[in-house]
């Protein structure tokens, strides 16, 4: 089992910059990934970002050059940065652990927004 919990979503303006993070109850070293996926009003959840344990990233065509992954090992978290954001970025992001079985946190809404 491993908890998720999402924080440092909110309202901001287009252009702007927010930083999502997302803590384990586990060490994500045992994790073989940790993603970011999103689902914004009517569509379907999409992946955003995410990471192996070993450091292989891959991110959505959508948000690249603009969305960073990273993690903090000691802290069992994993951030999202993004900046350069857009109104279409608006969306309900929820983290995800992959062991095999998937875990996945609440979710967070983003809003941008002028």
């Known amino acids: 089992q491993v908890q998720l919990v999402e924080s440092g979503g909110g309202l901001v303006q287009p252009g702007g910059s927010l930083r999502l993070s997302c803590a384990a109850s586990?060490?994500?070293?045992?994790?073989?990934?940790m993603g970011w996926y999103r689902q914004a009003p009517g569509k379907g959840r999409e992946l955003v970002a995410r990471?192996?344990?070993?450091?292989?990233?891959n991110y959505a065509d959508s948000v690249k050059g603009r969305f960073t992954i990273s993690r903090d090992n000691a802290k069992n978290t994993v951030y999202l940065q993004m900046n350069s954001l857009k109104p279409e970025d608006t969306a309900v992001y929820y983290c995800?652990?992959?062991?095999?079985?998937?875990?996945w946190g609440k979710g967070i809404l983003v809003t941008v927004s002028s």
């Open positions: 586990r060490s994500i070293l045992s994790i073989y990934a």
């Open positions: 990471m192996t344990s070993g450091g292989r990233t």
């Open positions: 995800n652990a992959d062991r095999g079985s998937q875990y």
